[in-house]
């Protein structure tokens, strides 16, 4: 079974600009988890997407949103960015139900210049 | 690959030899925890997990151990390996916040020496 996939892989934006990111969750999850790794703050959670719904969400700016499609495949878009977006934008996958194990893809490193 | 952490706390532990990795959470109604690691230029990697009705959990070369009264948990890993070298997060989920949204720790870098 293929894991989570997320894309681009690498992207560099200048500071204004906006960004969208995607997540394939693997093939039968149902939801999808969006967090912000850096090295100063580690691990934060964004918000959680299930059956094209948000769920829950995290203490981040409105500028952080995003989506989640029917087949269950999720975008994260990021407007007006700052300095201090450039991070490792990382999403996991999970069945949706009572199970709690969550999936991590490879991330998508975000430079903003 | 991308740096996870620039002053994470770091374990030196030789091959072969055990290794405990520790973690202090946060929440006291945190009732899920899940163990991850994370190599470099990688997303985090699943590895164990428990409930908080259990104290200790066996995978293959890892368990896990949760004491409730001092919010600590630990993972320990046995016959560590070069390939074991990572960092290694823990992550809570408060009961209430939400299926999910789990609160991770800063992290721990092992180095595995041959």
């Known amino acids: 079974k293929a894991g989570v996939t997320q894309t681009p892989r690498y992207l560099i934006k200048t500071r204004g600009q906006q960004v969208t990111l995607s997540c394939s969750p693997i093939s039968g999850h149902r939801s999808v988890s969006w967090y912000q790794q850096t090295p100063g703050q580690g691990l934060q959670f964004l918000f959680e997407?299930?059956?094209?719904?948000?769920?829950n969400k995290g203490n981040f700016p409105g500028r952080f949103s995003g989506r989640q499609f029917s087949n269950s495949r999720s975008e994260m878009n990021v407007s007006t960015l700052e300095l201090g977006d450039s991070a490792l934008y990382l999403c996991?996958?999970?069945?949706?139900?009572?199970?709690?194990?969550?999936?991590f893809g490879p991330g998508t490193r975000l430079t903003v210049t | 690959g991308e740096s996870v952490g620039l002053h994470l706390p770091t374990l030196s532990v030789q091959e072969g030899d055990n290794s405990i990795i520790n973690c202090a959470y946060s929440?006291?109604?945190?009732?899920?925890f899940i163990w991850y690691k994370q190599e470099s230029g990688k997303g985090p990697q699943f590895i164990i997990d428990i409930r908080s009705n259990m104290d200790k959990r066996q995978g293959q070369r890892v368990t896990v151990l949760l004491n409730k009264t001092v919010k600590h948990l630990s993972l320990q890993i046995a016959a560590t390996q070069p390939g074991d070298s990572a960092v290694y997060f823990c992550?809570?989920?408060?009961?209430?916040?939400?299926?999910?949204?789990?609160?991770f720790g800063t992290g721990t870098r092992l180095k595995v020496l041959a």
């Open positions: 992550a809570e989920n408060p009961r209430g916040s939400g299926t999910y949204k789990y609160i």
């Open positions: 996991a996958s999970s069945l949706g139900d009572s199970a709690y194990e969550q999936y």
């Open positions: 929440n006291s109604a945190s009732d899920y």
């Open positions: 997407y299930f059956s094209e719904t948000q769920r």
